[in-house]
């Protein structure tokens, strides 16, 4: 049954009739996800770690906000708007990018992969708390089930000393989910724009006290990294997920960032020639089946006038700016 959003502290966001995300959108969106973890592995052969992370934030940023401007969109107005702008940038950018790629130098291996991907159970007290969105008990379990299936792939690779940054980063990736709804009203692009750029800003910052001047290979490699990583990675992905965290239930929503390291291995194993073992494909097909769990417990409220009021939300949810970014 959909459900409609309520702020229970603090002030609320208009009321949007909320159902499941766009089936078609999220496999985009989780499948360039996973792609990225190809391009970050390749980007970081020519290019310091916080450097890297910085410059695919401000790449993102700088793009839509041109974007924006060509357009003539209307810019964020009020002290309000820049503070929940700001806030975002720096829990969803600074602190996000700064964690997951420090979590890549640390060595990190399987499960700081899956911890980095904690989203879905991390968001579920939150969305109940600050949005009244509570779950029921199949959602629940199917949830537990999607992240002890990635468990199950990651734990053949080790630990790594990055996963507890890959754990922060998973929080911050949430907190940014959740602060979605706290700039309904804005524009979409631009509000995503200027996002990245503050947060891109202090991250550059970042990056010159801890590694110094920045000392980039700028090859062919790395360039196509970069665009690939800022332009479709990060720009067209938040945008997108910003949208659709305006619309569906966040559980439904984040339940669909378990398949980005479904199917960034399914890359390894075709570009790279990774082999996974048994119990990789025990925990993939525990992954898959509680992703169908979770989106079916939410399907039946769908259909006739809540199907028809989520599409209404939608359409006014497009005005306004709401992962993270994600890998």
């Given at each position: 049954m959909?459900t409609?959003?309520?702020?229970q502290?603090?002030?609320?966001?208009p009321?949007?009739?909320?159902?499941?995300?766009?089936?078609?959108?999220?496999i985009?969106?989780?499948?360039?996800?996973?792609?990225?973890?190809?391009?970050v592995?390749?980007?970081?052969?020519?290019?310091?770690?916080?450097?890297?992370?910085?410059?695919r934030?401000?790449?993102?940023?700088?793009?839509?906000?041109?974007?924006?401007?060509?357009?003539?969109?209307?810019?964020?107005?009020?002290?309000?708007a820049?503070g929940?702008?700001?806030t975002?940038?720096?829990?969803?950018?600074?602190?996000?990018?700064?964690?997951?790629?420090?979590?890549?130098?640390?060595?990190?291996?399987?499960?700081?992969?899956?911890?980095?991907?904690?989203?879905?159970?991390?968001?579920?007290?939150?969305?109940?708390?600050?949005?009244?969105?509570?779950?029921?008990?199949r959602?629940?379990a199917?949830l537990?089930v999607?992240?002890?299936?990635?468990?199950?792939v990651a734990?053949?690779?080790?630990?790594?000393?990055?996963?507890?940054?890959?754990?922060?980063?998973?929080?911050?990736v949430?907190?940014?989910?959740?602060?979605?709804?706290?700039?309904?009203?804005?524009?979409?692009?631009?509000?995503?724009?200027?996002?990245?750029?503050?947060?891109?800003?202090?991250?550059?910052?970042?990056?010159?006290?801890?590694?110094?001047?920045?000392?980039?290979?700028?090859?062919?490699?790395?360039l196509?990294?970069?665009?690939?990583?800022?332009?479709?990675?990060?720009a067209?992905?938040?945008?997108?997920?910003?949208?659709?965290?305006?619309?569906?239930?966040?559980?439904?929503?984040?339940?669909?960032?378990?398949l980005a390291?479904?199917?960034g291995?399914?890359?390894?194993?075709?570009?790279?020639?990774?082999r996974p073992?048994?119990?990789?494909a025990?925990?993939?097909?525990?992954?898959?089946?509680?992703?169908?769990?979770?989106l079916r417990?939410?399907?039946?409220?769908?259909?006739?006038?809540?199907?028809?009021?989520?599409?209404r939300?939608?359409?006014?949810?497009?005005?306004?700016a709401?992962?993270?970014?994600?890998?």
């Open positions: 959909s409609t959003a309520t702020d502290h603090g002030d609320s966001p009321s949007v009739v909320l159902g499941q995300p766009s089936r078609w959108r999220m985009w969106i989780t499948s360039v996800w996973g792609a990225c973890f190809l391009f592995s390749w980007g970081l052969r020519d290019a310091p770690i916080l450097w890297f992370a910085s410059l934030a401000l790449v993102a940023g700088a793009a839509l906000v041109g974007f924006g401007a060509l357009q003539r969109r209307p810019q964020p107005r009020g002290i309000r820049w929940w702008i700001t975002a940038g720096l829990v969803n950018v600074t602190i996000a990018f700064a964690a997951m790629f420090a979590g890549v130098a640390g060595l990190a291996t399987g499960v700081a992969a899956v911890l980095a991907n904690a989203q879905p159970l991390l968001i579920l007290l939150p969305a109940w708390w600050l949005y009244g969105e509570a779950i029921s008990h959602t629940a199917g537990s999607g992240f002890i299936g990635l468990l199950l734990l053949p690779g080790g630990g790594g000393s990055g996963a507890a940054l890959s754990l922060l980063s998973a929080i911050a949430t907190g940014g989910t959740l602060l979605a709804r706290r700039l309904a009203g804005m524009d979409l692009v631009l509000a995503t724009g200027w996002h990245l750029v503050i947060g891109g800003v202090v991250l550059a910052g970042l990056a010159l006290l801890v590694d110094g001047p920045a000392h980039i290979e700028w090859t062919p490699r790395f196509v990294s970069l665009a690939f990583l800022a332009l479709v990675g990060t067209a992905t938040t945008v997108a997920w910003f949208h659709e965290a305006n619309r569906a239930r966040l559980d439904a929503l984040t339940s669909w960032t378990f390291p479904v199917v291995l399914a890359l390894a194993v075709s570009v790279l020639g990774e073992g048994g119990w990789t025990t925990g993939l097909a525990a992954t898959l089946t509680a992703m169908w769990v979770v417990s939410g399907a039946g409220g769908r259909h006739g006038a809540s199907d028809a009021a989520a599409r939300g939608s359409s006014d949810g497009a005005a306004r709401v992962h993270p970014s994600r890998y």
